[in-house]
């Protein structure tokens, strides 16, 4: 009798775990499509403009190539044409800070952080209205060396991260 309910309790453990199993994989979830409207099928990327004092050279082109790519990437709103897009994606870099994040003894700069501020303005074109106009601020950290090249790596990242951010914005924004 006691072997019989070993196998049973057994048996019961294994259906349960198999059917929580199965459960748990449908109820996977992902922010890709879905919360965009079925009205918006395509997304206009104008050229970023780059309004910050910083004026650092190819970075307004660094975020709209970024953006771009991640929305490809995303495949929840194609890319398109300004004149013939569902919606329109502006972003203004307003700032660019560079300062020094770890200063260890002696006051010697062991890293600095970069921050790009990133103001967007995501427009839906067919019900003509603003969703949301948003700013958008993340770094990249880099060990300075004393060339201006050593910023590069930080400014990607920092890109990156806001494009990511705004992408998570538009298409779960809703």
């Known amino acids: 009798m006691n072997?019989?309910?070993?196998?049973?309790?057994?048996?019961?453990?294994?259906?349960?775990?198999?059917?929580?199993?199965?459960?748990f994989n449908r109820?996977?979830?992902?922010?890709?499509?879905?919360?965009?409207?079925s009205h918006l099928k395509t997304i206009?990327?104008?050229?970023?403009?780059?309004?910050?004092?910083?004026?650092?050279p190819g970075i307004r082109e660094l975020l709209t190539d970024e953006l771009i790519q991640k929305f490809i990437d995303d495949n929840s709103l194609q890319v398109a044409e300004g004149t013939t897009a569902d919606a329109i994606l502006e972003c203004v870099i307003?700032?660019?800070t560079d300062v020094p994040s770890i200063v260890s003894a002696g006051e010697q700069v062991s890293s600095r952080r970069l921050t790009v501020n990133v103001k967007v303005l995501y427009k839906d074109l067919v019900k003509?209205?603003?969703?949301?106009?948003?700013?958008?601020t993340n770094y990249g950290d880099y060990v300075p060396g004393g060339s201006v090249n050593d910023?590069?790596?930080?400014?990607?990242?920092a890109l990156d991260k806001i494009s990511e951010d705004i992408l998570l914005a538009v298409v779960s924004g809703w």
């Open 3 to 23: 072997l019989f309910k070993t196998r049973l309790h057994l048996i019961f453990v294994i259906l349960f775990s198999t059917l929580l199993l199965v459960n």
């Open 27 to 37: 109820c996977s979830y992902s922010f890709t499509g879905a919360s965009v409207p």
């Open 44 to 56: 206009a990327i104008p050229v970023t403009e780059d309004r910050s004092p910083a004026a650092i």
């Open 94 to 96: 307003t700032n660019v």
């Open 128 to 136: 003509k209205t603003t969703v949301f106009d948003e700013n958008f």
């Open 151 to 157: 910023r590069e790596p930080a400014i990607e990242t």
